[in-house]
């Protein structure tokens, strides 16, 4: 059994700054990429960023300059950090993460419960 568990949600507003975190627990042999995924209303969900177990990254246009994901091998743990931040990034922010859970079964991804982000004065 996994879990992703996600924190840091909330108001801000425009040009505020918000961090978010998600921090993966349970049955875990590895962790491949880790990333973080919004959704709008009646949209799909979208990658905002994601990144590696070497650090490589890669991010949305919309966010470049203004968000910046890093992980925490160690503490099985992602985050976000969100400056800038704009009414458009309004959305429901999810954490992601490929797991192998045994050397033997292929890796899954999994997902975090989401958390509502609201920038707006």
């Known amino acids: 059994q996994v879990q992703l568990v996600e924190s840091g949600g909330g108001l801000v507003q425009p040009g505020g700054s918000l961090r978010l975190s998600c921090a993966a627990s349970?049955?875990?042999?590895?962790?491949?990429?880790m990333g973080w995924y919004r959704q709008f209303p009646g949209k799909q969900r979208e990658l905002v960023a994601s990144i590696t177990t070497g650090g490589s990254t890669n991010s949305a246009d919309s966010v470049k300059g203004r968000f910046t994901i890093s992980r925490d091998n160690a503490k099985n743990a992602v985050y976000l950090q969100m400056n800038s931040l704009k009414p458009e990034d309004t959305a429901v922010y999810y954490c992601?993460?490929?797991?192998?859970?045994?050397?033997?079964?292929?890796?899954?991804?999994?997902w975090g419960q989401g958390t509502q982000v609201t920038v707006s004065s």
């Open positions: 349970g049955s875990i042999f590895s962790i491949n990429a």
């Open positions: 992601n993460a490929a797991i192998k859970t045994t050397r033997w079964l292929p890796t899954t991804n999994y």
